[in-house]
């Protein structure tokens, strides 16, 4: 049975970037359903940390967008969106990657993200946890951290003109979806935002699985002012194959340490594998050793849905007008969650966007090019 389009977008996906879109549209004025079915997904596991990431202009100009737009929003989240402008501090291990820190600074730079580069003796007083003897560090003071499935509640709930729904999708074609209780919902645009559960409806989308843990401290007095990155974490980050971990430490409000990185590709098993936890522990404490004597309460994993490129897949499918999509975020979804809800917007509206999205185009994957298969009739 068909229904009526009581909407002009049907979002499917409430994570953080679904959310995003959804609030923007309703911003514009456009009366937005959102389907959802619940599980979670990658906004519920990771770490909410908004950085400007730089390994290609096109990360950059998105991540760096987005950051702005999450600042035009701050003053308005509540305290549940744990929102804080802690900044980050990018550790040199030794005068060699301080070299690495000044191209990264030059890099962020020519964006417009500022950065200072601080000496051993000022990192080690900003954050005397750290062991000694680092080279240094490249402090980015514009980043941020916030509680990503609170602010995705936030932003469906208290934004005029969303309908939320529980419900799981079968289908999916321009205009058009079909729900597995067999009913068909229409409208103008749909737009599918549920990451890695995005493969189910689209098999054609070149999204891939990438497994992450983190692990959580107990609750101690502030011991870590900053979020922590070691200047390896970029090629960690965009490894193409193989396990990998990296050092990435993140204070929370609640005087709690949340402890990553790792990132393992093409497993969907859920289960903790110290195999895994222990090295990106070890790296951990490595850089922090009085992580060691600390409590760890929980650990957890989650998945990441990575693009052959490393870039979302933002804009309109190319063999399905009405159909739009906004997936492959991998580790960035919550930095680049407005930005892409805006982009995407704009898109749909006729609009030219603020910032270039030639990079992000469905398009430039052939998969995307031909006729889609398991679409709703």
């Known amino acids: 049975m068909s229904e009526p389009a009581e909407a002009d977008v049907l979002v499917i996906g409430g994570g953080i970037v679904g959310a995003a879109c959804a609030h923007e ?15 979670g997904g990658a906004t519920g596991a990771g770490m ?30 509540p305290a549940a969106c744990a929102y804080r402008n802690c900044g980050t501090l990018w550790l040199a291990a030794n005068a060699v990657e301080m070299d690495l820190a000044r191209a990264k600074q030059a890099t962020l730079a020519r964006q417009g993200v500022a950065g200072e580069l601080l000496d051993s003796a000022t990192l ?37 003109g969303i309908r939320c729904e529980r419900a799981t999708v079968r289908a999916v074609a321009a205009q058009r979806v079909e729900l597995e209780d067999g009913r068909v919902l229409r409208a103008e645009y749909v737009v599918l935002a549920n990451g890695l559960a995005a493969r189910e409806l689209l098999p054609e989308l070149p999204l891939r699985a990438k497994k992450g843990h983190l692990l959580i401290t107990d609750r101690y007095p502030r011991q870590v002012s900053h979020q922590l990155v070691e200047l390896g974490y970029a090629a960690s980050a965009h490894a193409s194959n193989g396990t990998s971990v990296a050092f990435n430490v993140q204070p929370r409000p609640t005087g709690q340490l949340l402890i ?14 110290l195999e895994v936890l222990t090295p990106m522990l070890q790296r951990a404490v490595s850089y922090l050793p009085a992580l060691a004597q600390l409590n760890g309460i929980r650990a957890w994993t989650g998945f990441r849905a990575a693009t052959p490129d490393g870039l979302p897949i933002l804009g309109q499918h190319p063999q ?6 906004a997936v492959g975020h991998e580790g960035l979804g919550v930095t680049t969650a407005p930005g892409s809800g805006r982009l995407l917007t704009s898109l749909m509206l006729g609009e030219r966007p603020d910032i270039d999205a030639h990079p992000y185009r469905p398009e430039r994957f052939p998969k995307l090019n031909v006729p889609l298969t398991g679409t709703a009739p």
């Open 25 to 39: 549209m309703a911003r514009r004025g456009l009366r937005v359903r959102v389907l959802d079915n619940a599980s």
């Open 48 to 77: 909410g940390h908004l950085v400007a990431m730089d390994d290609n202009s096109a990360e950059l100009a998105l991540s760096h967008y987005s950051i702005n737009l999450w600042n035009s929003l701050r003053a308005r989240l």
């Open 124 to 160: 080690a007083a900003l954050e005397p946890m750290l062991r000694s003897g680092l080279g240094g560090a490249l402090k980015i003071p514009g980043d941020g951290i916030l509680y990503a499935p609170a602010t995705a509640h936030w932003l469906l709930h208290e934004t005029p």
């Open 260 to 273: 990553g990185s790792s990132r393992q590709f093409d497993s969907l098993d859920p289960a903790i594998e």
């Open 320 to 325: 399905e007008k009405g159909l739009w999509l």
